[in-house]
T-cell receptor, first 111, second 113 residues
Framework: TQLLEQSPQFLSIQEGENLTVYCNSS?????LQWYRQEPGEGPVLLVT?????EVKKLKRLTFQFGDARKDSSLHITAAQPGDTGLYLC???????????FGPGTRLSVLP | EAGVAQSPRYKIIEKRQSVAFWCNPI?????LYWYQQILGQGPKLLIQ????????DSQLPKDRFSAERLKGVDSTLKIQPAKLEDSAVYLC???????????FGPGTRLTVL
């Protein structure tokens, strides 16, 4: 069974701080997605990365895919209370395969 | 564009009872997924449909769980009989085709007492 690990499991920071969360696997991903899930809602896709070393930016969020395509990071600059939620990574190990979800990082941004 | 609809939003039952969840995917989406999300964990795929055919049900506990997608649109997921460990949020998602962006519904929170 291929497993995704995410760290940290929990993160509580003050508004305005920067943070980075990580997703990694022992196997190579063909593609990787990051989702954000708010309480009582389903996950919402933030980004998909497919190329090793790829960097994508979405406003204050920066996503990086590792060169070896085994890991990824999500960096948030100047976090806001609206960034609070569960950040999930999901990886596909072969093209067209279903995505396997990690356990998530629960982020709380305090005003 | 309307999103993925699920009902009910919440359900509380006693163990050994039966329960059913309903999902209406985004119009035109051929692929439909049911996930189980236990508290503190990421979603786990239970079953995937492509139109009205099952593509992957390898993680579905078939002795108690069943799902169908008649006419390739709406889908129902049933648990019979429920166990305490079935307490979770059941998420439905749909996508235009397999392996691309999935759109999730709000989920049904099931509590088994």
């Amino acid at each position: 069974t291929q497993l995704l690990e995410q760290s940290p499991q929990f993160l509580s920071i003050q508004e305005g701080e920067n943070l980075t969360v990580y997703c990694n696997s022992s196997s190579v991903f063909s593609s990787l997605q990051w989702y954000r899930q708010e309480p009582g809602e389903g996950p919402v896709l933030l980004v998909t990365v497919v190329t090793g070393g790829e960097v994508k930016k979405l406003k204050r969020l920066t996503f990086q895919f590792g060169d070896a395509r085994k890991d990824s990071s999500l960096h948030i600059t100047a976090a806001q209370p609206g960034d609070t939620g569960l950040y999930l990574c999901a990886g596909a190990y072969n093209y067209g395969q279903n995505f396997v979800f990690g356990p998530g990082t629960r982020l709380s941004v305090l005003p | 564009e309307a999103g993925v609809a699920q009902s009910p939003r919440y359900k509380i039952i006693e163990k050994r009872q039966s329960v059913a969840f309903w999902c209406n995917p985004i119009s035109g989406h051929a692929t439909l997924y049911w996930y189980q999300q236990i508290l503190g964990q990421g979603p786990k795929l239970l079953i995937q449909f492509q139109n009205n055919g099952v593509v992957d049900d390898s993680q579905l506990p078939k002795d108690r769980f069943s799902a169908e997608r008649l006419k390739g649109v709406d889908s129902t997921l049933k648990i019979q009989p429920a166990k305490l460990e079935d307490s979770a949020v059941y998420l439905c998602a749909s996508s235009l085709e397999r392996g691309i962006e999935q759109f999730f519904g709000p989920g049904t929170r099931l509590t088994v007492l």
